[in-house]
């Protein structure tokens, strides 16, 4: 059975998700980690929270994200219903530019260690 989010899915909308600077590290950064929380990628992109949590919001609205409530923090995830070539792009782009996402991918290697600054 194909899933109705796979027949919805919208390229346009999911480039133009792609074309925002901080929806498109964060989508990355989701990627390679597999689940983030809105505090991981405050600290990885260096942004304030409210601004980190309305782009991720964008993101969930376009069925690119799921997330999920843990106390008062929220975790973010791609949506497991995902079409395969969307997943294709966004894996394919954060392997071949992590210099791109770096210093976020950094942030995230040395807050890990610290978790309670944060979650």
């Not at 600077?21 to 600290?43: A, F, H, P, Y």
């Not at 843990?70 to 079409?83: C, D, M």
Request: one cysteine or more; aromatic letters at 6%; glycine letters at 4%.
């Amino acid at each position: 059975m194909i899933s109705s989010l796979v027949n919805m899915f919208c390229p346009l909308a999911f480039y133009k998700c792609l074309a925002d600077d901080t929806r498109l590290k964060s989508l990355l950064l989701i990627t390679l980690k597999g689940e983030l929380c809105v505090c991981d990628i405050q600290q990885a992109l260096q942004l304030s929270q409210p601004k980190i949590s309305r782009h991720l919001a964008d993101l969930r609205k376009s069925n690119l994200l799921l997330d999920e409530r843990r106390g008062k923090w929220v975790y973010y995830s791609l949506h497991p219903e995902l079409p395969d070539w969307a997943q294709k792009v966004l894996q394919g782009t954060a392997t071949s530019n992590l210099n791109y996402i770096a210093s976020g991918l950094r942030a995230l290697t040395q807050t890990g260690t610290n978790r309670m600054n944060c979650c």
